[in-house]
């Protein structure tokens, strides 16, 4: 797809029936363990939630942006929606779908969203991994026997596996827009590709490269794994289980009044695209939907936040999705800005089917684009606050939306906070005993409280000393703020006092019975 950059340019416009003989592939099964869980985790909680109600009150100044955007970017039709949770709050639509029938885009017109596949490609091959099926860590060549004659660039280069395919680290050029010409190819093409020999860019597991050959090699694992054409096993084990009625990977299966036609702006006009068909690329960019049917995807993808217990409904588990959403390839973009266009470096990877993001204010955000001839589409959210967005429009690598606009929307005209972490039961008693310490050192409390580490690490003497300098220097103590839980072992607290206040920073070890064996302490003076 044309997301030549998708982790350089944050989201902008940014698929194999073989023969379904078995190949040889890993002997491992799925094990399904009794675990003993404990009932005292508290799971991060919105402390006030009033979401829907602010996301409902921006509507009117969301479709103003979409609008200009849309004319601005001579986009011919435009769909979008936002998901609080599992609830489609916002959902319009601007513009025409078919430019000759004059057809009005709908939130039920149905978009080729391209690249935006590669997610579900990545969760199919998640789902066999998690029942047994396959390994990430299984070389591609067992499932594909064409993949053995590759020439390789080193002879250190390690052999390509499925999360190499997955991360996009498989050492493959950069295929935009070669790949996205290559939609409805049939499957001997995928094959004959193989055979001749792929060019390399880079050795495998060496570093990122943006691939739609890899995803085609996915969906084709899946084929063969399955026993079944990758589309059918999506539809069947994804898009059916989320009630995604009305997705689909060959347009010609689509009413034409629902299908959005594809064009590109030249010559100050617009001009139609052909419409591919489904073919060997189709898993890197072949699914056509609506933003009502996508939008359950999007909610799928933020229920698994946060960790909790509770029947996990599927079509994988959450942890999985939590797996997809870590990135494999972490770096830090250091000319990356924020929503108000300031420097605010970010780190950013791909993990499995999509980018993630977290910037230098902490806001997390897991996503893609995607692009093809006649199309350009994205969706974002934001796992924190339970809250996604996408939007669909039908002009060839055309961002659908001004995405810094909407964020400033967002996270600043509505202020959305992200769930808190409540603290947890072993946290709020430590948290007494520590301020009861450092003002006392007693040492029956020093018995029960400390780890063995703690006086080794710094002795009675000098610590001691410290927090009495600090306290002399505070004055009089005023009142002990609730601590700030990173963690269900680890928190801060401020001790306020007549001339500042005491910042204090403490760590619990991993015994059952968490003691104390990190303590920091400083005062920071009142400056008025």
């Known amino acids: 797809m044309k997301i030549a950059r998708i982790l350089l340019i944050q989201l902008l416009s940014i698929s194999l029936i073989i023969s379904c003989k078995s190949p040889e592939k890993s002997e491992q099964k799925a094990v399904t363990k009794s675990r003993t869980v404990t009932t005292n985790y508290k799971i991060p909680v919105f402390e006030s939630d009033d979401r829907k109600q602010k996301i409902l009150s921006i509507a009117t100044s969301l479709k103003e942006l979409i609008e200009e955007h849309t004319k601005e970017s001579h986009i011919p039709g435009v769909a979008y929606g936002v998901v609080v949770d599992t609830n489609l709050v916002v959902a319009s639509a601007t513009g025409l779908l078919d430019i000759s029938k004059e057809l009005p885009a709908t939130t039920s017109s149905a978009f080729r969203i391209a690249s935006m596949s590669k997610s579900f490609t990545a969760m199919a091959i998640m789902k066999l ?80 490269e943006y691939s739609n050959t890899g ?46 036609i594809g064009y590109r702006w030249e010559d100050d006009q617009w001009k139609l695209e052909p419409m591919l068909h489904d073919g060997s690329y189709g898993a890197m960019g072949g699914l056509i939907t609506s933003i009502e049917d996508f939008s359950k995807y999007v909610s799928f993808h933020l229920s698994a936040w946060p960790p909790r217990s509770g029947p996990d409904m599927g079509p994988v588990k959450r942890s999985t999705l939590r797996e997809m959403h870590t990135p494999q390839s972490p770096y830090l973009n250091t000319r990356a800005t924020d929503f108000n266009n300031e420097p605010c470096a970010t780190v950013t990877g791909y993990g499995y089917g999509l980018g993630i993001h977290t910037n230098c204010k902490g806001l997390k955000w897991v996503s893609h684009g995607g692009a093809l001839p006649g199309f350009g589409s994205n969706y974002v959210f934001y796992p924190d606050y339970g809250v996604g967005i996408m939007a669909f429009g039908n002009l060839t690598y055309t961002a659908p939306w001004p995405l810094k606009k909407i964020e400033k929307l967002l996270f600043e005209t509505l202020e959305l906070e992200p769930r808190k972490l409540p603290i947890s039961d072993i946290l709020r008693e430590r ?44 004055g009089a103590v005023l009142e002990t703020e609730e601590i700030t839980p990173y963690n269900q072992l680890r928190g801060r607290f401020k001790i306020n006092t007549e001339k500042g206040f005491i910042n204090v920073f403490f760590t619990l070890t991993p015994e059952k019975e968490a003691k104390l064996q990190q303590l920091y302490l400083s005062f920071e003076p009142d400056e008025s």
């Open 129 to 208: 991994r998690d029942e047994g099926k396959l390994s990430l860590n299984d070389p591609v060549q067992n499932y594909i026997p064409e993949m053995s004659g590759l020439e390789y660039l080193t002879a250190d280069s390690p052999e390509i596996d499925i999360e190499n395919l997955m991360t996009m680290t498989a050492g493959f050029p950069e295929d935009n827009p070669w790949g996205d010409r290559q939609l409805d190819e049939p499957d001997q093409m995928l094959m004959d590709l193989l055979t001749d020999g792929i060019a390399f860019s880079n050795p495998p597991s060496y570093t990122f």
């Open 215 to 260: 995803y085609a090699l996915l969906g084709n694992i899946i084929s063969r794994v399955s026993g079944m054409p990758y589309q059918k096993y999506i539809k069947e084990h994804i898009l059916l289980p989320l009630g995604m009625n009305h997705t689909y990977w060959e347009y010609d299966k689509i009413p034409q009044e629902q299908l959005a």
């Open 431 to 474: 948290q007494q005993q520590v301020e009861q310490l450092i003002k006392e050192w007693s040492p029956e409390l020093e018995q029960e409280l400390l780890a063995e580490n703690f006086f080794m690490d710094k002795s009675r003497e000098h610590r001691m000393a410290e927090a009495n300098e600090i306290f002399n220097s505070a």
